[in-house]
């Protein structure tokens, strides 16, 4: 074979290469973004942001209906902060159209504060949810997480 059709082939093959890995990448926890497990269905949200003020507030939203909210009153640094009912300091919301189910338990673990230039948070989370002044209608979140969300400007 000539250089040329070698140099070719390995172009073409480190292309795949890479191309492969980045896909894989979009499934590893590292991966910029928010992501979440929903009563078993997986859920990536369309953009993600933070505010940081009195606490923290993260928010997730798709680009149709569905919206996370992270109220983290005094989350101004890495730590575990435990997800209860309104009447908690720490809640979250998961709002499907016009149905919104609210925290009764779980838990946001903030992992990473980038306080420089960058100003993003990373993290984890999971919570089981329920419709406000209800018995059931409730909603499993698992293995969620949080990965260089920016901070909103």
């Known amino acids: 074979m000539n250089k040329s059709l070698i ?4 172009t073409v093959f480190t292309f795949l290469v890479l191309l492969s890995s980045c896909s894989d990448k979009l499934n590893q926890p590292g991966f910029p973004g928010f992501r979440c497990n929903l009563n078993g269905s997986e859920y990536i949200a369309d953009t993600s942001n933070y505010i940081k003020s009195l606490g923290t507030n993260i928010y997730a939203y798709t680009a149709g209906t569905k919206r996370f909210t992270f109220n983290l009153v005094r989350a101004d ?27 009764i338990s779980g838990s946001v673990v903030i992992t990473q504060f980038y306080n420089d230039s960058l100003k993003m948070v990373t993290g984890y989370f ?13 909603i499993t979140i698992s293995d969620g997480y949080f990965n260089n969300i920016p901070r909103q400007q």
């Open 7 to 10: 140099l070719a082939f390995c």
């Open 77 to 103: 640094t890495v730590g575990t902060f435990a997800l209860d009912t309104i009447l908690s300091n720490n809640t979250a919301t998961y709002t499907d159209g016009v149905t919104l189910y609210r925290s």
């Open 126 to 138: 999971n919570f089981t949810g329920r419709v406000p002044g209800t018995s059931g209608n409730t």
